[in-house]
Protein backbone atom coordinates (compact mmCIF):
# COMPACT_ATOMS: atom_id res chain seq x y z
CA UNK A 1 0.00 0.00 0.00
CA UNK A 2 1.41 3.71 -1.27
CA UNK A 3 0.58 6.82 0.83
CA UNK A 4 1.02 9.74 -0.85
CA UNK A 5 0.78 12.93 1.41
CA UNK A 6 0.34 16.48 -0.43
CA UNK A 7 1.36 19.70 0.98
CA UNK A 8 1.93 23.29 -0.23
CA UNK A 9 -1.42 24.53 -0.48
CA UNK A 10 -2.89 27.66 0.55
CA UNK A 11 -4.20 31.44 -0.10
CA UNK A 12 -2.15 32.93 -2.54
CA UNK A 13 -3.57 36.77 -4.34
CA UNK A 14 -3.22 36.50 -8.35
CA UNK A 15 0.04 36.34 -10.05
CA UNK A 16 1.68 34.82 -6.75
CA UNK A 17 2.97 31.20 -6.82
CA UNK A 18 3.03 28.30 -4.42
CA UNK A 19 4.99 25.24 -4.70
CA UNK A 20 3.08 21.75 -4.12
CA UNK A 21 4.87 18.53 -2.90
CA UNK A 22 4.08 14.81 -2.71
CA UNK A 23 5.99 12.79 -0.51
CA UNK A 24 5.72 9.05 -1.22
CA UNK A 25 6.05 5.95 1.12
CA UNK A 26 7.47 3.79 -1.31
CA UNK A 27 10.13 4.31 -4.12
CA UNK A 28 9.29 6.85 -6.95
CA UNK A 29 12.02 5.58 -9.18
CA UNK A 30 11.55 4.63 -12.54
CA UNK A 31 7.73 5.38 -11.85
CA UNK A 32 6.48 7.80 -14.90
CA UNK A 33 2.80 7.36 -13.91
CA UNK A 34 3.03 9.91 -11.35
CA UNK A 35 1.50 13.73 -11.39
CA UNK A 36 -1.27 15.82 -10.61
CA UNK A 37 -4.63 16.44 -10.70
CA UNK A 38 -7.20 18.79 -9.48
CA UNK A 39 -11.22 19.14 -9.24
CA UNK A 40 -12.67 22.28 -8.63
CA UNK A 41 -16.43 23.13 -6.92
CA UNK A 42 -18.75 21.33 -9.48
CA UNK A 43 -15.93 19.91 -11.67
CA UNK A 44 -14.27 17.31 -12.54
CA UNK A 45 -10.79 16.23 -11.84
CA UNK A 46 -8.50 16.87 -14.56
CA UNK A 47 -4.72 16.41 -15.52
CA UNK A 48 -2.65 19.25 -14.66
CA UNK A 49 0.88 17.82 -14.91
CA UNK A 50 1.98 14.51 -15.19
CA UNK A 51 5.20 12.29 -16.40
CA UNK A 52 5.24 9.83 -19.22
CA UNK A 53 7.32 7.14 -20.65
CA UNK A 54 10.88 8.40 -21.81
CA UNK A 55 10.86 11.28 -18.93
CA UNK A 56 8.90 13.63 -21.04
CA UNK A 57 6.22 15.83 -19.00
CA UNK A 58 2.49 16.00 -20.11
CA UNK A 59 0.84 19.63 -18.77
CA UNK A 60 -3.05 20.68 -19.48
CA UNK A 61 -3.00 23.76 -21.95
CA UNK A 62 -4.51 26.29 -19.11
CA UNK A 63 -1.35 25.75 -17.66
CA UNK A 64 1.91 25.65 -20.17
CA UNK A 65 4.36 27.91 -19.31
CA UNK A 66 3.20 28.63 -15.61
CA UNK A 67 3.64 25.46 -14.21
CA UNK A 68 6.60 22.82 -13.88
CA UNK A 69 6.67 19.03 -12.58
CA UNK A 70 9.86 17.81 -11.03
CA UNK A 71 11.08 14.96 -8.58
CA UNK A 72 13.39 14.16 -6.63
CA UNK A 73 13.89 10.58 -6.61
CA UNK A 74 16.09 10.25 -3.37
CA UNK A 75 13.62 11.44 -1.43
CA UNK A 76 10.43 10.26 -2.99
CA UNK A 77 8.74 12.98 -3.70
CA UNK A 78 7.37 14.96 -6.81
CA UNK A 79 6.70 18.62 -6.71
CA UNK A 80 4.44 21.36 -8.80
CA UNK A 81 5.87 24.25 -8.83
CA UNK A 82 2.92 27.31 -9.58
CA UNK A 83 3.74 30.52 -10.63
CA UNK A 84 1.87 33.51 -12.39
CA UNK A 85 -1.37 31.82 -10.37
CA UNK A 86 -5.13 33.08 -11.76
CA UNK A 87 -8.37 32.59 -10.19
CA UNK A 88 -9.32 29.38 -12.16
CA UNK A 89 -6.19 28.01 -10.81
CA UNK A 90 -8.41 27.60 -7.62
CA UNK A 91 -8.99 23.82 -6.48
CA UNK A 92 -8.01 20.59 -4.36
CA UNK A 93 -4.86 19.21 -5.96
CA UNK A 94 -3.95 15.94 -5.75
CA UNK A 95 -1.13 13.82 -6.33
CA UNK A 96 -0.95 10.84 -8.14
CA UNK A 97 1.13 7.63 -8.40
CA UNK A 98 -0.17 4.82 -10.56
CA UNK A 99 -3.20 3.74 -8.51
CA UNK A 100 -3.01 5.73 -5.51
CA UNK A 101 -3.76 9.23 -4.77
CA UNK A 102 -3.41 11.40 -2.02
CA UNK A 103 -5.67 13.06 0.18
CA UNK A 104 -5.57 16.30 -1.54
CA UNK A 105 -4.37 20.12 -0.47
CA UNK A 106 -6.63 23.02 -1.34
CA UNK A 107 -5.30 26.05 -3.63
CA UNK A 108 -6.94 29.33 -3.67
CA UNK A 109 -6.02 32.37 -5.75
CA UNK A 110 -8.02 35.31 -4.79
CA UNK A 111 -7.70 39.04 -3.91
Known amino acids: QVQLVESGGGLVQPGGSLRLSCAASGSIFSIYALGWYRQAPGKQRDLVARFSSGGSTIYADSVKGRFAISRDNAKNTVYLQMNSLKPEDTAVYYC?????WGQGTQVTVSS
Open 96 to 100: FMLNY
